[in-house]
C-alpha cells in the first residue's frame, strides 16, 4: 500500500510507545475484511452468471473497501515492526550503559565473568578498601573560591591515582 500511495508513511510511526499488539490485530482483522471483500465480488459475479450484474458503483465501494483495508494492514504491520525495531534499540543502548558502568567499576576479569554467567566470587588475599573524608571540607568550601576548592580536590586525587598506578592496585570509584 505504501508503494500505491507514494511510499507514504507515518510520522508518527514507531515513535509512539505501546499498541504493538492492537496493531497486529488490526492488521488481521483488516486482511479479513479484504478477503470477505474479494470474496464478496466473486460471490457476487458468479451468483448471476448472464443475468443482471451488480452495479458498477456496488463494485467500487467493494473495490475500495479492499483497498483502504489492504492499505491499514499494510500500515499495521510496517508500524509493529518499527515499534519492535525502537524497543530492541533501546534494550541495546541499555545493555551498553550497564556494560560501561560495569567496566567503571569491576575489573575486567569480573565483568567477562559476570558476562558468561559464571560465579564471581574469588578469593583474594591482602584486599584494601581505602575510605576518606576530608576534615573540615564544609567550611574549606565556605573559605575559600570554588575554583581553589577544585584544585585542591584534583591535588589530592592526583596524588591517590599516582599511588594506585604505582602499586598495580585497581580504584573503584572516586565520589
Do not use: N
Amino acid at each position: 500500500c505504501g508503494a500505491a500511495l507514494g511510499g507514504f508513511e507515518s510520522p508518527r510511526a514507531g515513535a509512539e510507545g505501546g499498541g504493538a499488539g492492537k496493531h497486529a490485530a488490526a492488521a488481521a482483522a483488516a486482511q479479513a475484511l479484504s478477503e470477505a471483500a474479494v470474496h464478496a465480488i466473486k460471490g457476487a459475479l458468479d451468483k448471476y452468471p448472464g443475468e443482471r450484474q451488480p452495479g458498477l458503483h456496488t463494485l467500487i465501494v467493494l473495490l475500495f473497501c479492499t483497498l483502504v483495508a489492504s492499505c491499514y494492514a499494510a500500515y499495521s504491520a510496517d508500524y509493529s515492526k518499527r515499534r519492535l525495531y525502537l524497543l530492541l534499540y533501546k534494550e541495546h543502548k541499555e545493555m551498553m550503559r550497564t556494560d560501561e558502568l560495569l567496566a567503571d567499576m569491576m575489573p575486567p576479569s569480573v565483568v567477562a565473568k559476570l558476562k558468561e554467567e559464571v560465579q564471581v566470587a574469588d578469593h583474594f588475599d591482602g584486599v584494601l578498601l581505602l575510605y576518606s573524608d576530608i576534615a573540615g571540607f564544609t567550611a574549606m568550601c565556605h573559605q575559600c573560591s570554588p575554583s581553589d576548592v577544585i584544585q585542591a580536590l584534583e591535588h589530592l586525587y592526583s596524588i591517590f591515582d599516582t599511588l594506585v598506578q604505582r602499586h598495580g592496585l585497581f580504584k573503584v570509584q572516586t565520589i
